[in-house]
């Protein structure tokens, strides 16, 4: 079959630049900037090291903004392959005619109920543990957020382009400041000032794996629950609340599947990079796990990590219930409420480790 790729390449990049429209004010300035000189640095083809000219950046933002502006309002386009238009969230059907050709896209709703889209060349397509695992190589159209991975029923999308740009930045912030700390520790077993292209392909194909076990984890957590947890999270989406149910599902799916996994494995540089890129919100919701990982350090030995890791498993599935329950009860008036819940459970829990 003959697919015009170059066509469907551009209906995906409108339909993210709708998505960068409508929800690029989300985030804050800071973070808006960094995320918009990196899409530069991608659509110009820019490798990682070449310092981008201010000026350049500037106006591009200005162009970028403007089109946003004047496209903000309209509809996601449908996509056409094979001489039919599709749904641009019917990705299964949409896969069916791209996978066979090398080809692989991706589309859902992210945080605060952003529309994520992106089309790459497929890399890797494999089984595993009943998910079909999908891993992208080179992007050809992407959104400003480009997630490293999502899981959408039994298929879970990697994507290496983006895992890589996402460990360059956290490589990049620590070879500015050298500071001592998980980041440092898990950089030091890699040849990061001989080789930092060596490194970051170290890093993806390390990664890869992690992330590939969170997604199974974050699959795990919310079974039997799914239609449930998603009406939830659209209830009190872009609260706080939906930021502290989406950490306390992924601190349940690193408890069920990556830290067991970490745990087991004699790399201790994978579990320091693991708490090194860990969420200042996961950190807060998880002190006892924070505990036992400064007495690894200090110890070597990981039974308190283990205590935390089984005790946060169940834990964590019991917070998921009990906002679920919560929100039977209060529909969309819910989210002070969830809130009130996590927060005192994470101080019950903590209570456990002091």
């Known amino acids: 079959m003959v697919i015009n790729i170059d066509e469907l390449c551009e209906t995906v990049k409108f339909n993210c630049d709708i998505a960068d429209a409508r929800h690029a004010g989300d985030y804050t300035l800071c973070t808006y900037l960094m995320k918009m000189r990196e899409l530069y640095r991608w659509e110009q083809g820019y490798a990682f090291d070449v310092e981008l000219k201010n000026e350049d950046v500037g106006?591009?933002?200005?162009?970028?903004?403007?089109?946003?502006?004047?496209?903000?309002?309209?509809?996601?386009a449908s996509l056409p392959i094979a001489g039919d238009c599709h749904d641009p969230f019917e990705q299964a059907s949409v896969n069916q005619y791209l996978l066979p050709e090398g080809f692989v896209y991706s589309s859902g709703l992210g945080q605060k109920s952003a529309a994520?889209?992106?089309?790459?060349?497929?890399?890797?397509?494999?089984?595993?543990?009943?998910?079909?695992?999908?891993?992208?190589?080179?992007?050809?159209?992407?959104?400003?957020?480009?997630?490293?991975?999502?899981?959408?029923?039994?298929?879970?999308?990697?994507?290496?382009?983006?895992?890589?740009?996402?460990?360059?930045?956290?490589?990049?912030?620590?070879?500015?400041?050298?500071?001592?700390?998980?980041?440092?520790?898990?950089?030091?077993?890699?040849?990061?000032?001989?080789?930092?292209?060596?490194?970051?392909?170290?890093?993806?194909?390390?990664?890869?794996?992690?992330?590939?076990?969170?997604?199974?984890?974050?699959?795990?957590?919310?079974?039997?629950?799914?239609?449930?947890?998603?009406?939830?999270?659209?209830?009190?989406?872009?609260?706080?609340?939906?930021?502290?149910?989406?950490?306390?599902?992924?601190?349940?799916?690193?408890?069920?599947?990556?830290?067991?996994?970490?745990?087991?494995?004699?790399?201790?540089?994978l579990l320091h990079f693991y708490f090194a890129v860990l969420s200042p919100l996961r950190r807060k919701l998880y002190p006892a796990l924070m505990v036992a990982y400064e007495s690894w350090c200090q110890s070597g030995s990981t039974d308190l990590l283990e205590e935390s890791v089984v005790r946060g498993e169940s834990h964590w599935a019991k917070v998921m219930q009990a906002a679920l329950l919560i929100y039977q009860q209060?529909?969309?008036?819910?989210?002070?409420?969830?809130?009130?819940?996590?927060?005192?459970?994470?101080?019950?829990?903590?209570?456990?480790?002091?």
């Open 59 to 76: 106006q591009w933002v200005r162009d970028r903004e403007e089109y946003w502006e004047a496209i903000e309002a309209q509809a996601y």
């Open 330 to 354: 209060e529909q969309k008036g819910c989210a002070s409420g969830i809130v009130a819940m996590v927060d005192h459970q994470t101080r019950v829990f903590s209570e456990f480790f002091q």
């Open 116 to 269: 994520h889209f992106f089309l790459a060349k497929l890399d890797e397509r494999r089984t595993q543990e009943g998910f079909e695992i999908l891993i992208a190589g080179k992007e050809f159209a992407r959104d400003l957020a480009s997630p490293p991975a999502m899981t959408r029923g039994d298929t879970i999308f990697i994507r290496r382009e983006s895992l890589r740009r996402w460990l360059w930045e956290r490589v990049q912030e620590w070879q500015w400041n050298r500071c001592e700390g998980a980041l440092g520790r898990a950089l030091a077993s890699y040849p990061i000032d001989d080789n930092i292209e060596r490194t970051l392909d170290d890093l993806v194909e390390d990664q890869l794996q992690m992330v590939l076990l969170h997604e199974i984890g974050e699959h795990s957590a919310g079974q039997g629950l799914e239609s449930d947890w998603q009406a939830l999270l659209m209830a009190v989406s872009g609260t706080r609340a939906e930021l502290e149910l989406r950490a306390v599902r992924d601190n349940l799916a690193d408890a069920k599947s990556t830290l067991p996994a970490l745990l087991q494995q004699p790399r201790p540089e």
